[in-house]
């Protein structure tokens, strides 16, 4: 194992912030889709124009591209889980910055 000083400040509060939400945090790698839909009732509001609004996780699994349904109480969740996804991706991208002006030096 490195000592600390081994990276620069910049990197090790990367690496830090990286390690704290996902040893606290739950991560998902999607992206939220707002989708509106008619019910099919005559009577309904979205018959004449405005259908119902819904929240999906769009996620690839293998090749393939998967909608998962998120329920209205789990939407803030869901944003928050998919937020630290793209936290730590930004991180992960800049300790690669790093690591190849690392290997420039030398």
């Known amino acids: 194992m490195r000592h600390k000083g081994y990276?620069?400040?910049?990197?090790?509060?990367?690496?830090?912030?990286?390690?704290?939400?996902?040893?606290?945090?739950?991560?998902?790698?999607?992206?939220?889709?707002k989708m509106t839909r008619k019910c099919?009732?005559?009577?309904?509001?979205?018959?004449?124009?405005?259908?119902?609004?819904?929240?999906?996780?769009?996620?690839?699994?293998g090749k393939k591209r998967k909608m998962v349904y998120i329920p209205g109480d789990m939407e803030a969740k869901a944003r928050r889980w998919v937020a630290n996804y793209k936290e730590i991706n930004k991180g992960i991208d800049q300790l690669s910055v790093y690591s190849l002006q690392q290997l420039k030096r030398k």
Do not use: D
Not at 15 to 31: C, D, F, P, T, Y
């Open 40 to 61: 099919g009732k005559v009577n309904c509001r979205c018959a004449k124009g405005k259908g119902h609004v819904s929240y999906y996780l769009s996620m690839r699994v």
């Open 7 to 33: 990276f620069s400040a910049e990197e090790r509060q990367v690496r830090s912030k990286s390690i704290k939400i996902m040893g606290q945090e739950r991560i998902i790698r999607a992206g939220i889709v």
